[in-house]
């Protein structure tokens, strides 16, 4: 019994006492150690992520030093007029009187061709997105004029081609009697061409961020002499 109790209590103040430090190396790492593992890769992770953004920043700011990049010029050169036509509607036209009333609705019918003149100042190459350029009138769209992406090179002149083409388009109410008016009376009929060009320069492997390049052009087209007679892109205007 007392030999058996002897035991039993050298045991429970063995389980008491603190691990020798014999004992704790061969127990492994503690918590402790696997917690300030873990803090110091986290540590080398952020670091890493800091230099290579400033390396990114430093990259960034040498082309910009060495390229001097501009922004590139995209605009109207030429409008080729190949067919206008204005159309009121019969309905209401004719009055009691013998007089004209209003048309509730006018068609207007063109076909034109665009010329633009993309210039890069740059001495790099760049390259230009699809876009889509609108045709408006009185801020109604009328048409789109698609403008394939291309690649051009350093210290160039491109010109980029392309055609609009409208059959029949509804026009109501006091745009039909506006535009009715400027083609029978006046004979000039106002468009506005507008839309946004993105382009972006290349230098070695590295692409710039997108550059917006805005086109707003008002031309002025005779629907008599099927011409163009009035061209304004910007602030400089253009009699033809």
Do not use: W
Not at 142 to 166: D, N
Not at 224 to 240: E, F, H, I, W
Request: hydrophobic share 45%; glycine share 8%; net charge positive.
């Amino acid at each position: 019994m007392t030999n058996r109790d002897g035991v039993g209590d050298r045991g429970r103040r063995q389980s008491i006492l603190p691990p020798t430090p014999a004992e704790r190396h061969y127990m492994g790492p503690s918590s402790s150690s696997s917690a300030a593992s873990l803090k110091g890769c986290c540590c080398c992770l952020f670091l890493l992520l800091i230099f290579l953004a400033l390396l990114a920043v430093a990259i960034a700011l040498v082309i910009v030093l060495v390229v001097r990049p501009k922004k590139p010029e995209f605009d109207l050169q030429r409008v080729g007029v190949e067919y206008l036509l204005v159309a009121p509607t019969d309905q209401g036209v004719a009055t009691s009187f013998g007089g004209l009333a209003p048309p509730p609705a006018a068609y207007l019918s063109l076909n034109i061709t665009l010329l633009f003149t993309a210039v890069n100042p740059n001495k790099v190459e760049i390259k230009y997105g699809a876009a889509d350029l609108y045709v408006l009138y009185h801020g109604v769209p009328l048409g789109i004029a698609a403008v394939p992406g291309f690649e051009q090179p350093a210290h160039s002149t491109r010109l980029v081609e392309t055609r609009v083409s409208v059959s029949r388009f509804n026009v109501l109410q006091s745009d039909a009697v506006q535009l009715v008016r400027d083609a029978a009376v006046d004979d000039r009929v106002e468009l506005r061409v507008t839309g946004d060009v993105g382009a972006k320069i290349r230098f070695l492997d590295f692409t710039s961020p997108r550059v917006q390049v805005s086109v707003d052009c008002l031309i002025l087209i005779s629907p008599r002499k099927q011409s163009l007679t009035y061209k304004q892109c910007g602030v400089d205007g253009l009699n033809v």
